[in-house]
């Protein structure tokens, strides 16, 4: 069989369609680890420290933190981060305690790890770090200042060294073990949520932080002793420090011990699904020059008369704060058909149209890389159908009238309790297009991007007491069909929101 090495060739090669699609059962013998462990060497424990924290999620999320000073970074600061980035939130009994996560996770299999490479962190030595969100811990991998390492392998490379980067990975069998090929998606989406997670912190924690989707693959997945058939680096995030890059300065990079790579292996009897390695090999190399290339998501497919502009919104009603939001965010389906404000429609809008990152040009391509659209409901002085908002013009426009809720819950595979839903959030992308300005590994920009947006929703809800749970399986071209997609336009991801049923939660 020929190799997959285009998005859309992908995207259509794992697409749901009605009355195509296989049953099978699960392999519960060969389940995978969902905690990454080194043998034999021993955690460092991070500080149990979480300062009183009152703030309201919608206000963090207009912070510019651009202006800040650069941090002088410290263990304790460090553990807090990380708190607030992943952590444990629920436990339940699976023959077992099986703990949820605050991140969303497709399945609650949580493909996502985070590595932390510190450079002139006080009170930790500078080094590789592998996160351990069973302990809150660190397992050191390797020592010494490796962040010239880092800023030289970025793509383009930083005129600076981070003070601290974060190294966001997936491990592929735990998805594919359920969801097989189709489960990239997966892992591109939930480690959006985390990244997402990550970048709220940084806002309320006043520190200015970068993003990378694009850096020298072979070279960083060597770096955290990766076995890149099993495991593969996706996202960097850092903050930047006031020395310069020199490459003189970049340390040789030994290749770790195979026990280390051995970690990436999950479970006895690993199923290997050939089309994940080969479309994510396709997305190793970064296109530069993309800046002459249209966005992707610029509506032109779309006829919409007259454009509304959002006003600055407050949902006007008391909120959970944050970070209590974040520890108490759930995948809640108990969704009831009771009318939502007007005004809780218009403040998520205004949240959704916050800048993504301080630095514009480290928000391009996950604006730029997919659009977003909103189907409406049962909400007050709000006409059913289908929009679209301009994220960047802070805008929406009408794209059809209509009841489409009840027809995208079929499409969704049938989940009938998406018809109680005031909103679907919509996250969409032109492929093709994509593919032409970023090559294939636009994919990650797209989907890494739908999955902080669907992260940000979450959250947001969650500071609401509303019912949310983002849905990454329906049948593609029905759902593509329905908002009115052009031949080379998939939905990537739908974030249902609503009431619930104080009786009842999944």
Known sequence: M???????????????ERGKMAGYQLDWQN??????????????????????????????LKKNNADQ?????????LSVILRLTYTFTARASRGGYFYYRSAASAGALYPTEIYIVTGKVKGLDDGLYHFGIHGHCLTQLRT????????????????????????????FFRSSWKYHERAYRYHLLDTGHVVENLSIAAKALGLPLRLSYD????????????????EASLALAYIPGLKSSDNSCMPMINVLSDDIKNASTVSEKEIQYPVIPEIHEAGKSAVLDSCHINDVSDFTEFSIETWITLPDAHPGEETVSYPDCLFKRRSRRNIVNVPMEQNILLALL???????????????????????????????????GIYILDREHRRSGLVKSGNFI??????????????????????????????????????????????????????????????????GAFYDQEAADIIGLNKSSRLLYLVAVGRTSPHTEY
Not at 144 to 171: E, K, Q, R, W
Not at 215 to 230: E, H, P, S, T
Not at 361 to 380: A, D, K, L, P
Not at 412 to 437: G, P, T, V, Y
């Open 2 to 16: 020929e190799k997959i090495n285009t998005i859309y060739r992908y995207h259509q090669q794992t697409s749901y």
């Open 31 to 60: 389940q995978p680890s969902v905690c990454k462990e080194y043998k034999g060497i021993d955690p460092i424990l991070l500080p149990d420290n979480m300062p009183s924290m009152s703030q309201d999620i919608f206000k963090i």
């Open 69 to 77: 000073g650069l941090p002088h970074m410290d263990l304790e600061q």
């Open 144 to 171: 010494g200042d490796l962040s010239g390492f880092v800023a030289d392998h970025l793509i383009p490379p930083s005129g600076t060294l981070p003070v601290i980067t974060f190294l966001f990975t997936s491990i």
């Open 215 to 230: 850096f020298n693959d072979k070279n960083i997945n060597r770096l955290a002793g990766l076995d890149d058939q099993k």
């Open 350 to 384: 205004d949240a959704l149209c916050a800048d993504d990152f301080s630095i514009p040009q480290t928000r391009s391509e996950y604006s730029h890389s997919f659009s977003t659209g909103f189907v409406t409901g049962n909400i007050e002085g709000v006409d059913q």
């Open 406 to 471: 009840d027809r995208m819950a079929h499409a969704c595979l049938d989940q009938l309790w998406l018809k109680n839903a005031s909103i679907h959030f919509l996250f969409f992308s032109d492929l093709e297009r994509l593919e032409q300005r970023l090559g294939p590994r636009g994919y990650r920009c797209a989907m890494m991007g739908a999955g902080r947006m669907g992260e940000k929703i979450y959250l947001l809800a969650s500071a609401l007491g509303l019912g949310c749970c983002g849905i």
